[in-house]
């Protein structure tokens, strides 16, 4: 079993920066694809930002991310640590939310998810809420 557990949201005014963490701990994620998901009161839960598992000697992690947050949000790895970041510039009300991570153990190197179901693991959710 893989517990995930988010951090780093808040109220941040438009334009701001968050940076939300997911911590895993039961197993090593390094071989997981991971992802951020986010859902506002009435909607769905809507993919946010994928990446996908490590491989050694340092191949590269493939990223895939939402149109609405391409060029301002960035997900990234730090396995030293068992943890998964998104760094989320040029906030917008918009982009007001509970925040998800997610997990799924996987081989290919190259996978990203971009669906819900495709999630083995989720936490429980951070709130960011950008005011304008």
């Known amino acids: 079993q893989v517990q995930l557990v988010e951090s780093g949201g808040g109220l941040v005014q438009a334009g701001g920066s968050l940076r939300l963490s997911c911590a895993a701990s039961?197993?090593?994620?390094?071989?997981?694809?991971m992802g951020w998901f986010r859902q506002a009161p009435g909607n769905e839960r809507e993919f946010v930002a994928g990446?996908?598992?490590?491989?050694?000697?340092?191949?590269?992690?493939?990223?895939d991310y939402a149109d609405s947050v391409k060029g301002r949000f960035t997900i990234s790895r730090d396995n030293a640590r068992n943890m998964v970041n998104l760094q989320m510039n040029s906030l917008k009300p918009e982009d007001t939310a509970v925040y998800y991570c997610?997990?799924?153990?996987?081989?290919?190197?190259?996978?990203?998810?971009?669906?819900?179901?495709?999630?083995?693991?989720w936490g429980q959710g951070t709130q960011v809420t950008v005011s304008s």
């Open positions: 997610a997990a799924r153990e996987h081989h290919t190197l190259s996978a990203v998810f971009t669906q819900p179901a495709m999630y083995t693991y």
């Open positions: 039961g197993r090593t994620v390094s071989s997981y694809a």
């Open positions: 990446i996908s598992r490590s491989g050694s000697g340092g191949i590269r992690h493939y990223a």
